[in-house]
């Protein structure tokens, strides 16, 4: 078949400079999705090869194999800020849509729904997050500001439901529009069909995982000044500035203060960001954890049917740091000195090497603690394989796993 002639595709192209941990062999076809509708076409090219398929944003989540990726990396490169409607108590002002598809997003019926200060904004899924967060806080909406600077493009965001300082994709998604790998067509998603939990969706978890190409992301914004209670770190930051009024913008730059202050740029310093998971436990398991003098955050939450309940947190940080392995190097890999869930790849080369890392570090924190440390970054394979050590996306809680993992959740502590 012919392809559209702007859609770029090339050959053996190194995942490792398409990942952030630098780590990896080479994938044999790369294609840029530039426009919506190049996506079926890029399937169909995998199709007609006989190729698995793997989608790729920035790679700040992924990590890459040595042997590479034998089939087709397809990454969202559509760009664009579409305001669909932007109100205000007295002055409601809806933007004309170009897409028919989703022009139910703009009827009044769905609009009226809403509180009347509103931003409700549709993002291709290759814009840059933090563009977005920068773009949306500059006009005073809030929703988005504690996420700032993390790496990344906005369609990887609800995949793993990107969070941090409290706030998580999953509070303001209202909905995706995907490409249907299965069913091979264009298909909207609303976020409450997406099953969001703690680094959880229907993107990375059990049948669905690698089913549908995110195109672009529509979001729900309200204009109002962000209240405390604040993460503890943000809000020590805050005393320690004496800031006292809130803003969107405020919050966001305070957030990239702490940021830039402890966690590495990837640009710089390859990293995957937290390479551990925080761990949630049940009421059992946290009591145990306390005796043995692990702190463990407790904080009400309300789950899907109304019902409110506690969530047991520990900070898998603090567990590295008292396990006596902040600073050290392991294989090449070094748990960060100033945050030490980032493993930070100084001189490793191979997946061995990130293998026996992982495995000496779990095992210092397991014999420290008794508790099973969990992978965040996924391994670049075609989806019919696991991606990523998670029990959440994998197996669904095996019976042996000593920390009882709830799936509810929506801190991120880095
Ligand atoms: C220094 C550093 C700090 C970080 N801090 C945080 C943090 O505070 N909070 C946090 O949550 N994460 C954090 N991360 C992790 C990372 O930033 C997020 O997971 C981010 O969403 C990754 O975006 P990406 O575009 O790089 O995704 P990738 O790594 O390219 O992909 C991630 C996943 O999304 C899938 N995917 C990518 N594009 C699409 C698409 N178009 N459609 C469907 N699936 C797709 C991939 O297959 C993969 O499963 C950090 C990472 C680094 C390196």
Known sequence: MLYNIYMIIRENVKLSELTTMRLGGPADFLIEIEDPNECAEAFEFAEEKNLPVYFLGLGANTIAL???FPGVIIKNNIKGFKILEESSADSPKNSPRTSSKSSDKQSPSKASKYPPETLLIEVGGGEIWDDFVEFVTKKGFSGVEAMSKIPGTVAAAPVQNIGAYGQEVSQTLVSVEAFDSLLDEYVE?????????????IFNSGETAGRYFILTCTFRLEKKNPEPPFYNSLQ????????????????RHAVSEIRAEKLPDPAEIPSAGSFFKNIY????????AEEKGIPVRKTEKTDKSGKSFIEYKVNTGWLLENAGLKGKLFHGFRVSDKA??????ESASSENDLELAKQEISAAVREKFGLTLEQEPVFIKPHTEETSENPETTSEKKSSEPNKISKNSSERNS
């Open 66 to 68: 040595d042997s590479g």
């Open 189 to 201: 998603i609303p976020a409450s069909e997406m099953d969001f939990a703690y680094r959880h969706s």
């Open 340 to 345: 030490a869930l980032i493993l930070i790849n």
């Open 281 to 288: 436990l049940d009421k059992s398991s946290a009591r145990l």
């Open 236 to 251: 020590s930051y805050l005393d320690a500035h004496k800031i006292t009024s809130f803003t969107p913008e405020v919050i």
